[in-house]
């Protein structure tokens, strides 16, 4: 198909800004398939760039300004640069590490996908109808350019496609089919599931800031919050908090985080989870009881209008958690939802601390690894916000 825009309307594409708005184009000539391939032109006849059509706002989400071919060798090309980049940064190829994004959407050229690998198992995830329809090509061109260090390929993309779309789509192997669900992330083993998971399994962004909570935690009595696998509980634990406590509403995770604690460090009794409610665990426990906390939820705003709702909510967590913490405590703090804006964030966490009383020092500003990296073109992909204070 091929889209020609109004006059004006390729300013951004200039800029290499990967989303081209519904409201940009002109006309459309040719089948409106969604998940097809787009051409797209000035209004003046130029090319200038070639994408993903899909219903909706974001009409087409580019993959390359160049007018080239988007064939087995395209896809080849794109994850080898990715891969590469990742061998660079030093997450990939490590004896002590095997878990890794492979490609961040816009931040690897490749809106709409995700993978992430662990072990010798690559979970390919679309957010996008056309990365739905090339799932098959980009499994076979995965597997080209990881060779044998990739046994399985798992596509998980029920919860993060377009509901509209129609798809009827079910979570599966692509490639493989392997129960094996460790892998290691900095000489640490975790179970990834990925068949039933949160996202494609564990959050691998935040692997940074578990090496630093586990800098702050030796001799501390440590409440991880919005627990989820564990991830955080168990670098605490290895670097010689006094003891750990993990929480989670779900069920699942707890069994989870047990299972995790287990593998790496099998009858230590530091750590106790709990099935709770966050906001109910943080109102009735003691005060002082803690001198680390961190705090993880999930997205507050999946989108713009639920915006004030989740400063709210980011302010109150905040707050209760100032009001608890031991004296000289530290607080890991985090947002990860991509509405709410770094500074938006700080805010909410500086009423929370006026809120308190107590007197609050930032000691880190954190944020997405490496392996998440941000468009420089398509600032939109910094969502992990964090902050370490030092509180009074």
């Not at 961040?104 to 050229?109: A, F, R």
């Not at 440590?222 to 750990?244: E, Q």
């Not at 460090?265 to 906001?279: K, N, Q, S």
């Not at 009735?284 to 705003?301: R, S, T, V």
């Amino acid at each position: 198909m091929t889209i020609y825009l109004k006059r004006g309307k390729e300013e951004s594409l200039q800029r290499f800004h990967p989303w081209i708005f519904s409201g940009a184009i002109q006309r459309i000539e040719g089948p409106e398939e969604e998940g097809a391939l787009a051409r797209v032109f000035t209004a003046n006849g130029d090319y200038i760039a070639t994408g993903h059509w899909q219903i909706g706002s974001i009409a087409v989400r580019v993959l390359t300004f160049s007018d080239e071919t988007i064939d087995d060798a395209f896809w080849r090309r794109r994850l080898q640069v990715a891969l590469d980049v990742r061998k660079a940064i030093g997450v990939a190829g490590s004896a002590a590490n095997d878990t890794f994004r492979l490609v961040h959407g816009e931040g690897d050229n490749l809106p709409g996908l995700v993978i992430d690998v662990y072990g010798q198992t690559a979970v390919l995830q679309a957010h996008s109808v056309g990365m739905h329809c090339c799932r098959q090509q980009i499994a076979a061109a995965l597997k080209e350019v990881m060779g044998a260090e990739l046994e399985n390929i798992y596509y998980k993309s029920e919860t993060t496609l377009p509901f509209k779309a129609d798809l009827g789509q079910e979570n599966g192997f692509l490639l493989g089919g392997s129960p094996d669900d460790v892998a290691m992330e900095n000489g640490l083993k975790f179970h990834i599931d990925w068949l039933r998971g949160q996202k494609t399994g564990f959050f691998v962004d935040q692997r940074d800031n578990r090496s630093l909570l586990e800098h702050y935690a030796r001799g501390r009595d440590v409440l991880n919050m919005f627990c989820y696998t564990g991830g955080f509980s168990v670098y605490a634990l290895r670097g010689g908090a006094r003891l750990v406590h993990s929480v989670d509403s779900s069920a699942k995770a707890v069994e989870l985080v047990n299972a995790n604690v287990a593998l790496n460090f099998p009858g230590d009794t530091r750590h106790e989870a709990f099935a709770e409610d966050a906001f109910k665990y943080l109102q009735q426990m003691d005060a002082g009881a803690y001198d680390l906390i961190i705090l993880d939820p999930p997205a507050f705003a999946k989108h713009k209008d639920a915006l004030r709702n989740a400063l709210k909510g980011y302010t109150r967590l905040n707050a209760r958690a100032f009001e608890k913490i031991r004296e000289g405590g530290v607080l890991f703090t985090f947002s990860c939802s991509q509405a709410v804006s770094k500074d938006q964030f700080r805010t909410a966490v500086f009423t929370a601390a006026a809120m308190s009383g107590r007197s609050v020092r930032i000691l880190h500003q954190l944020h997405q690894p490496a392996d998440h990296p941000v468009n420089i073109y398509h600032p939109e992909g910094e969502y992990l916000k964090g902050l370490v204070l030092y509180v009074e």
